[in-house]
């Protein structure tokens, strides 16, 4: 098992899919970030918000660092059955189960580097954004713990994309699925039945890292949640990588 | 080297839905023999080989490798090299990057890659991206993969592909040279005079098999060829029309 996770932690860092994504989640965050910080200037002057819980908002903001996770580890997976390589993969790793485990452990080991991104970047942003729209940083217990959601939402995402793209098996599918159900299909579904809705996983990832919308479920009851989708998604992709033919 | 087949393919069929690419073929590799797995493009060559290295189950029959599935044989990634035709190095990266994954895939030293790069003639090239290759050099890295773990058995799907005039002779050359040395090659193609001059033993399919034994019983004197006698066995392109 060492030898496969050595050369998958390798693969993981070859060609060119870790730096765009890790470029893509830094974007994603400034995008977030600055905006938060436009939005905390005016509802500070107009009193709608204080300080702490503006602070806390702009961490959170960097939860989208989380499709650049989920895209990185559907991609971690399908580009190789898009050139074949996969074959290979299966040929050398002794048995397809210790691929996906592989593959899996090395993709959470990935989402700890983007986590860890997200944990230097969103406190700079913090003080460059607060310093630019002069506002002043009141770092509190919240923002701490949306902090810690966020790394952990970001850490999960690589593996559940690397499930993902195990069980949708192409590349440019897997692309277009992810940012599909996370983009439209949990959202709208929260909106149109919350009561089935909060049981996603984009919701309760949101949950994770103290998105403060309503019938949001409880930070335990949401990693459970989460704790379940990636059972489920692993157990679903191991069925199929062990009984379908690899192309 | 033991007694046992190289391999064993026992009855094998695939059936892709309607579609029946490989129908009861039955054949075995001798220790040591280099063996020429013909046929034209379409008549179930590599998927033979894809489920020889259970990549693909088969729909009945069985395929065995040094008397075992692939899957259940110890060590088999070691034992068994594949240059596979659709098989890809990892994408985005160099030659000498793309062994080293599989080189600690095998859990092998860093230096074998060297080995194998000078093996194949690719040393000066290691280091550019896989992606400006010659199709050429493409096939040299295939092998240089193949070869990484030293194995017993070599599995070469169209290893003559897109080579030129001298790579074609290279890889003559190249391949009696890895036979001598004891180990076992089965390689598929479609370009029988070349097949005719580098190997030992034939296979012959178009879906069923159609001859399977020593090169030197099917065309046994010097007023015939490999190839005439590949289309009495498999017919012309025009008889192949007539039948339909």
């Not at chain 1, 509190?140 to 069980?167: D, H, K, M, N, Q």
Request: net charge neutral; glycine share 10%.
């Amino acid at each position: 098992m060492r030898e496969v996770l050595n050369a998958e932690w390798l693969k993981a860092w070859s060609g060119r899919t870790w730096w765009i994504m890790g470029a893509l989640g830094v974007f994603l965050g400034l995008l977030g970030s600055s905006g938060a910080a436009a939005v905390a200037d005016q509802q500070i002057d107009s009193g709608a918000t204080d300080a702490a819980a503006a602070t806390a908002e702009l961490i959170r903001s960097w939860f989208s660092v989380l499709l650049a996770s989920v895209l990185f580890g559907a991609l971690f997976v399908s580009r190789e059955y898009n050139t074949g390589a996969i074959s290979r993969s299966v040929l050398l790793c002794g048995s397809r189960t210790r691929l996906l485990a592989a593959k899996t452990i090395v993709g959470t080991a990935m989402g700890l580097v983007f986590a860890l991104l997200a944990a230097v970047l969103a406190p700079l942003s913090l003080w460059g954004f607060f310093t630019l729209f002069g506002m002043d940083v009141q770092w509190s217990g919240e923002a701490t713990l949306t902090l810690l959601g966020v790394l952990t939402v970001v850490t999960l995402a690589v593996p559940w994309g690397v499930l993902l793209g195990w069980i949708i098996r192409n590349q440019a599918a897997s692309v277009t699925i992810v940012l599909v159900v996370t983009l439209f299909v949990d959202e709208t579904l929260f909106r149109v039945l919350p009561a089935v809705g909060k049981f996603t996983m984009g919701i309760a990832m949101g949950a994770v890292y103290r998105d403060a919308k309503p019938e949001m479920l409880s930070i335990p009851l949401a990693l459970l949640v989460i704790a379940g989708w990636l059972v489920l998604a692993g157990w679903t992709a191991r069925r199929l990588l062990v009984t379908r033919d690899v192309k | 080297m033991s007694d046992t087949a190289a391999v064993s393919v026992r009855g094998l069929t695939k059936r892709f839905g309607e579609v029946t690419a490989v129908e009861d073929v039955t054949f075995e590799v001798r220790p040591g023999r280099i063996v020429g797995l013909l046929g034209r493009n379409g008549a179930g060559k590599t998927t033979s080989l894809r489920m020889l290295l259970g990549l693909s189950r088969p729909s009945s029959g069985t395929a065995t490798v040094f008397g075992r599935p692939y899957a259940d044989l110890p060590d088999a990634a070691r034992r068994v090299g594949v240059s596979m035709d659709g098989i890809a190095p990892m994408p985005g990266t160099s030659g000498r990057r793309d062994l080293r994954i599989w080189a600690r895939m095998l859990g092998l030293p860093a230096t074998r890659v060297d080995e194998v790069l000078d093996k194949v003639g690719l040393t000066g090239s290691a280091d550019r991206k896989i992606k400006g290759y010659s199709t050429g050099m493409r096939q040299r890295h295939a092998l240089a993969v193949a070869l990484l773990a030293d194995p017993e058995l070599l599995v070469l799907d169209e290893p003559a592909n897109g080579l030129d005039p001298d790579g074609i002779r290279w890889l003559r050359t190249f391949l009696r040279s890895l036979a001598d040395e004891g180990r076992t090659i089965l390689l598929s193609s479609h370009l029988l005079s070349e097949v005719e001059q580098t190997v030992d033993d034939v296979v012959i399919l178009q879906r069923t098999l159609r001859y399977s034994g020593p090169i030197s019983e099917l065309v046994p004197g010097s007023g015939t060829s490999l190839e005439e006698r590949f289309f009495e066995l498999v017919g012309t392109e025009a008889e192949r029309h007539v039948d339909a």
